[in-house]
């Protein structure tokens, strides 16, 4: 990566700070051979006109991605390394990014996902004219091409927990050059919301351990009147797909079924919501041939 921003990146950033980039790196691996995914995500960030910084918060990242960190937070003036607790939810380290990022806008983007170019500037595009608080994603693929679920039409509730437990496909935009298109919510490893929007509703809701505060955010939008949007034109490419978290998911699925519950029907299912979900993901893991869940 070059040691200091591109001429076009510093004329960007001296007419004010716009996109501050949220990176969590949990489990990175140390580079063997090539870039990891995470080395190519910072610098797919770092390449971005839009992006004027770019906060990567530690949690967990073994010592060898966590000195390397270190090693390019001392050669970059648009990058800051902040460390999290060990005992740290996942969306308390996420908000602690958002605590030291300096932009109007803040993009949640996760340890493997590459921005494609200009993506940023279409995502705030899209914000621009939605009521607030608005919320925008973008469209991602895996490294072959093939379109990842990360956006979900129609409403948020109770029963939402169970459709991702299920990994229920939802269909995908079709207009990849169209407007984009409203939709209950998006996925947190690509998120673009204004400062001041994630600071009125709160930040994501640190009770989440690892899985749902992106759904969780989503809904407080929308309930508060605000857009949720996906932008198709807007792209990054994910690489791998995060481990089974066990009751660890189901946990943040249980937890987001009893912040959604409105009718008396999505209230009874959320009080059996976790033990429900341990034995629909423990059936399908199961049924998978995957091993049992873990803690």
Same mark, same amino acid.
């Given at each position: &990566?070059?040691?200091?921003?591109?001429?076009?990146?510093?004329?960007?950033?001296?007419?004010?700070?716009?996109?501050?980039?949220?990176?969590?790196?949990?489990?990175?691996?140390?580079?063997?051979?090539?870039?990891?995914?995470?080395?190519?995500?910072?610098?797919?960030?770092?390449?971005?006109?839009?992006?004027?910084?770019?906060?990567?918060?530690?949690?967990?990242?073994?010592?060898?991605?966590?000195?390397?960190?270190?090693?390019?937070?001392?050669?970059?003036?648009? @990058?800051?390394?902040?460390? !999290?607790?060990?005992?740290?939810?996942a969306a308390e380290a996420v908000n602690l990014g958002a605590q030291h990022a300096r932009g109007r806008w803040l993009l949640f983007l996760g340890d493997n996902?590459?921005?494609?170019?200009?993506?940023? %500037?279409? &995502?705030?595009?899209?914000?621009? $004219?939605?009521? %607030?608080?608005?919320?925008?994603?973008?469209?991602?693929?895996?490294?072959?091409?093939?379109?990842?679920?990360?956006?979900?039409?129609?409403?948020?509730?109770?029963?939402?927990?169970?459709?991702?437990?299920?990994?229920?496909?939802?269909?995908?935009?079709?207009?990849?050059? $169209?407007?984009?298109?409203?939709?209950?919510?998006?996925?947190?490893?690509? &998120?673009?919301?204004?400062?001041?929007?994630?600071?009125?509703?709160? $930040?994501?809701?640190?009770?989440?351990?690892?899985?749902?505060?992106? @759904?969780?955010?989503?809904?407080?939008?929308?309930?508060?009147?605000?857009?949720?949007?996906?932008?198709?034109?807007?792209?990054?490419?994910?690489?791998?797909? #995060?481990?089974?978290?066990?009751?660890?998911?189901?946990?943040?699925?249980? @937890?987001? !079924? &009893?912040?959604?519950?409105?009718?008396? !029907?999505?209230?009874?299912?959320?009080?059996? %919501?976790?033990?429900?979900?341990?034995?629909?993901?423990?059936?399908?893991?199961?049924?998978? $041939?995957? #091993?049992?869940?873990?803690?």
């Amino acid at each position: &990566m070059d040691k200091f921003p591109s001429r076009e990146r510093s004329a960007a950033a001296a007419l004010e700070p716009r996109v501050s980039a949220i990176v969590v790196a949990r489990h990175a691996r140390a580079r063997v051979a090539g870039p990891s995914p995470l080395d190519l995500c910072l610098r797919s960030a770092l390449a971005e006109p839009w992006i004027d910084d770019v906060v990567v918060v530690n949690h967990g990242a073994p010592d060898a991605v966590a000195s390397a960190l270190r090693a390019l937070q001392a050669d970059r003036r648009d @990058l800051k390394v902040v460390n !999290a607790e060990a005992a740290d939810t996942a969306a308390e380290a996420v908000n602690l990014g958002a605590q030291h990022a300096r932009g109007r806008w803040l993009l949640f983007l996760g340890d493997n996902v590459v921005l494609r170019r200009g993506a940023v %500037a279409r &995502m705030a595009a899209a914000g621009g $004219g939605a009521q %607030a608080p608005w919320i925008v994603g973008g469209r991602l693929t895996d490294p072959e091409g093939r379109e990842r679920s990360v956006a979900r039409p129609g409403a948020l509730n109770a029963w939402s927990s169970l459709a991702v437990a299920l990994n229920w496909a939802w269909p995908q935009s079709r207009r990849r050059q $169209g407007e984009p298109a409203k939709v209950a919510a998006v996925s947190g490893a690509f &998120m673009l919301i204004t400062r001041h929007d994630f600071q009125a509703l709160g $930040g994501f809701d640190e009770g989440f351990v690892s899985d749902a505060a992106d @759904l969780d955010l989503c809904r407080r939008a929308a309930d508060s009147g605000g857009a949720i949007l996906f932008q198709p034109a807007a792209a990054g490419v994910q690489f791998g797909r #995060p481990p089974a978290r066990g009751r660890r998911q189901a946990q943040g699925l249980a @937890l987001f !079924a &009893m912040r959604s519950a409105k009718t008396p !029907a999505e209230k009874a299912f959320a009080l059996i %919501a976790r033990p429900a979900l341990i034995l629909v993901l423990g059936l399908k893991d199961l049924v998978a $041939g995957h #091993p049992p869940m873990r803690r």
